[in-house]
Each structure stands twice: as structure tokens, then as C-alpha cells.
């Protein structure tokens, strides 16, 4: 699933947008004050996506977890790089969510909380296209009736949780996708028939 951005340049920006541009992003110590929930095993949630999606540098992954953080949807999409805008940026997330899951509008308390996983290039540290996309995923999860869970930068020199400082090597940007984690596998079916379960059942009865 793909998403792309109209290019744009600053240059055609007037100054009242651009500084409206500017309004739309967060700062990691506000990110941090914010109460985001924190993730149980952010290399799990990190792997898992990672081999679900693939991503090279420019690719977005919007996945909610439920309370006990197992994936219960997941989308990514790509853009071109254009001015980095959270208005723009919750837009194309709110698109996805819209697309893989039901809102949660008419609970009162949100239950399942949405992560979103950007790979791109440059160091790990906080840039303000991670300010735009912070507030574009705080944004579109109010819309959505979802609680806003973590940011994650995957770059050249690995993961990272921002506003957390945790992080790890592997996965990085240009490495290959890891095998699914053994706890993201589906369990398998129980087969009825067949002479294999017969003896099985005989067995058993013993």
C-alpha cells in the first residue's frame, strides 16, 4: 500500500503557512511529557514490522496493538520528500487507519493504541520531519479513538524509540527483514480426518 505527497517547495510557502508549519510538530521533551504509553518489547513491535513491511528510507508504518500488545492491523505507505507537515503527515495516517480498522470513537477510554514506524535516512536523532510526524500520529489517533503509542525511527544506525532513549542495531534501514518472531506466528489449526488423527485418537483413548 502506497501514499505519496505532492511535492511542494519551500519556496512557494507564504509566511503564514510556514510558520503554521512550524506549530505542527513536537519537540521530544514535549513528546515525553505527553504520557506516551510505553512499549513492553519495542524490539519485538520493531521486528515484527520490519519483516511484515520491508521498508526502505521514506517508508511509514501505522500498526495498532491491542492491550497486550499483540498487532491487530498494520499499513505502510511512502511519500516524497516535500515540507515536512504534520497536518500532511496525520492526513495520510488517518487515510491508512481508516482503511485497515474500525474507529473506537464511542468508547470512552481508547484501548488500542497505534505506533508508527518511520525509515528513513540520516542519524537516529530527532529532526523536525519526526516532530511533524509525532504530531500527525497524536492527531490522527484523537480522530480515530486510539491511544498514541510510540514513534520509532529506523535509520542506517538502527531503531529508535524517541523520547524513551531505547534502541538497538538490528533491525536498521538497509537490513534484510528478519524471520517473524515466534509469538506473531498464527497458531496452527487443529486437522480432524485422515488415518494420521485416527491413530492419534486411538492413542490417546489408551
Do not use: K
Not at 510505553?38 to 515484527?48: A, M, T
Not at 470512552?108 to 523536525?128: K, M, N
Not at 528478519?178 to 492413542?203: K, N
Amino acid at each position: 500500500m502506497t501514499f505519496g505527497f505532492a511535492s511542494s517547495s519551500a519556496a512557494s510557502l507564504s509566511p503564514s503557512a510556514s510558520a503554521a508549519s512550524a506549530s505542527r510538530l513536537l519537540e521530544p521533551a514535549e513528546w515525553a511529557a505527553a504520557g506516551i504509553p510505553l512499549l513492553r518489547n519495542p524490539r519485538e513491535v520493531v521486528s515484527g514490522l520490519h519483516a511484515r513491511h520491508h521498508p526502505r528510507p521514506s517508508t511509514a508504518i501505522v500498526a495498532v496493538l491491542d492491550p497486550d500488545e499483540r498487532l491487530r492491523a498494520s499499513a505502510s505507505f511512502t511519500h516524497r520528500p516535500s515540507q515536512a507537515d504534520g497536518w500532511m503527515f496525520r492526513n495520510a495516517l488517518l487515510a491508512q487507519l481508516r482503511r485497515v480498522i474500525p474507529h473506537d470513537l464511542r468508547r470512552r477510554t481508547p484501548v488500542r493504541t497505534a505506533v508508527l514506524l518511520y525509515c528513513r535516512d540520516g542519524e537516529g536523532r530527532w529532526t523536525e520531519e519526526d516532530g511533524a510526524w509525532m504530531w500527525g500520529l497524536r492527531d490522527a489517533c484523537t480522530l480515530h479513538g486510539l491511544r498514541c503509542g510510540a514513534y520509532i525511527t529506523l535509520t542506517q544506525e538502527g531503531w529508535h524509540v524517541l523520547g524513551e532513549g531505547r534502541g538497538g542495531r538490528h533491525p536498521h534501514a538497509h537490513s534484510a527483514p528478519e524471520p517473524f518472531a515466534t509469538s506473531e506466528a498464527p497458531p496452527l489449526a487443529p486437522r480432524t480426518g485422515g488415518p494420521v488423527s485416527e491413530i492419534l485418537r486411538r492413542a490417546a483413548a489408551r
